[in-house]
């Protein structure tokens, strides 16, 4: 079984209220082999919500408490971040996921690459919060940049 973020999957979800629908995704889910899941949400967040970034690290930072979540406002919503993270991992071990399935860029989902932190759309290297702990507990984190090479495997 696979987690997919659940905007790919073509639910309206993100920061503002939109998707990204992801054709290979969908075929997933509907073959039944995979589950949709925002970690955002589980975290407590709403729809719409503020854009976050990630700011002094990325999502292995703030999980050793090195860096923030911040709001484009600047609140601090790092907790519901690592709270939104922690229970996608405990939906992936009910599953027994093996994979999951990002939307790259998020500071909760990016895999490879996220927002820089400035609100400016500038991009750097790094992993979003919850890619990093899925990664740290051993399973295998895909960006939809990459799904079209996995396609086979998963």
Excluded at 31 to 36: G, L, N
Excluded at 91 to 116: D, F, W
Aim: with cysteine; aromatic share 6%.
């Amino acid at each position: 079984m696979i987690l997919v973020s659940s905007c790919l999957a073509g639910n309206p979800v993100r920061y503002n209220g939109t998707s990204c629908m992801n054709d290979i995704v969908q075929k997933l889910i509907d073959e039944k082999k995979a589950v949709p899941v925002c970690p955002e949400l589980l975290g407590g967040f709403v729809i719409p919500r503020e854009p976050a970034e990630i700011i002094g690290g990325d999502g292995f930072d703030v999980l050793d408490g090195k860096a923030k979540v911040i709001e484009c406002s600047g609140n601090d919503v790092t907790e519901l971040y690592i709270n939104g993270a922690r229970k996608t991992l405990e939906m992936a071990k009910e599953i027994e996921a093996t994979h999951v399935i990002l939307k790259e860029y998020s500071p909760s989902c990016g895999s490879q690459k996220i927002y820089n932190g400035e609100f400016m759309g500038k991009r750097r290297d790094g992993a979003g919060v919850t890619a990093a702990l899925l990664a740290i507990n051993g399973i295998k984190v895909i960006s939809e940049q990459e799904l079209e090479n996995w396609k086979d495997e998963v």
